[in-house]
């Protein structure tokens, strides 16, 4: 049997023997390991293009005008430019490479005991420094400790995409708030913010790669979200987006399956 080098559908045998079936199937298998990996890297290029295109092009702009300069105001504001743009470009890359990590199923992960609670006052201590120069409080809700099991750079990983996506779009003197909790065997993440939310009609396409919220002035990657949702399904875990207190702003909900608790917590 002839196969074009790049076809990786799976082989199509009909009664293998006894013998040989278990051939086939372990062929399939890496048949099919082989076309996710290739997907996702053309997945990566694809993004990596879509990404950077517009900083790029927005740094040759702030040059041109730098370069063109009659003054030194004129010159420090395109310089001030230019620096933005590298900060966009070097933060897209970042998450880009984030993304791709976590692309490849990897469902034998190696999972340990996490306390949801004390990683989430971790990630706030970083976060909160930053913050505070936009002048936003972040707040861990008191609570018991709140045990999962789970890739604790992982979880970090997500809670603080989801907290520096609401402070991002909190309003100046608002209040981000982060609840983890139990409710019976499933564990919760609520991370509230008050800023303008989300209309629950656009709410689906959160979490869709580079989707940004419409009209809100802020510039960031739109893939914070995607990183998100990533990591909650290599913890069999679910996002789900609803109005925030007094519905005002947004909250993020992710939650813990039965059985992500490790035996005997």
């Not at 099991?149 to 609401?166: F, K, S, Y």
């Not at 979490?207 to 002035?217: D, E, L, T």
């Amino acid at each position: 049997m002839q196969r074009d080098p790049d076809n990786l559908a799976p082989l199509e045998v009909v009664d293998p023997p006894a013998e040989v079936a278990p051939l086939v199937d372990s062929l399939n298998r890496l048949l099919g390991r082989l076309r996710a990996s290739i997907e996702g890297e053309r997945r990566f290029t694809a993004d990596a293009a879509h990404e950077l295109r517009t900083p790029i092009a927005a740094v040759r702009a702030h040059a041109e005008v730098a370069r063109a300069a009659a003054t030194d105001a004129e010159r420090r504001i395109a310089l001030d430019g230019i620096v933005a743009g590298c900060e966009r470009a070097a933060h897209g890359v970042d998450q880009l490479l984030t993304l791709a990590r976590l692309d490849p199923a990897d469902a034998g992960e190696r999972r340990e005991a996490c306390d949801l609670r004390e990683v989430a006052r971790r990630v706030l201590a970083d976060v909160a420094p930053m913050a505070l120069t936009k002048g936003i409080d972040v707040e861990l809700v008191t609570g018991p400790a709140v045990p999962v099991a789970g890739n604790h750079a992982l979880l970090a990983m997500l809670i603080r995409n989801i907290v520096d996506n609401a402070v991002r779009y909190s309003r100046r003197g608002g209040c981000v708030r982060v609840t983890t909790a139990r409710d019976g065997p499933i564990a919760r993440l609520v991370v509230t913010d008050e800023g303008p939310g989300v209309a629950p009609a656009d709410r689906h396409a959160l979490g869709q790669r580079f989707h940004r919220i419409a009209a809100s002035g802020e510039t960031g990657t739109g893939l914070g979200l995607s990183i998100v949702k990533r990591v909650a399904e290599l913890h069999s875990a679910t996002v789900r987006f609803e109005d925030g207190p007094a519905g005002r702003g947004l909250a993020v909900v992710v939650e813990f399956p039965a059985g992500a608790e490790l035996a005997g917590q």
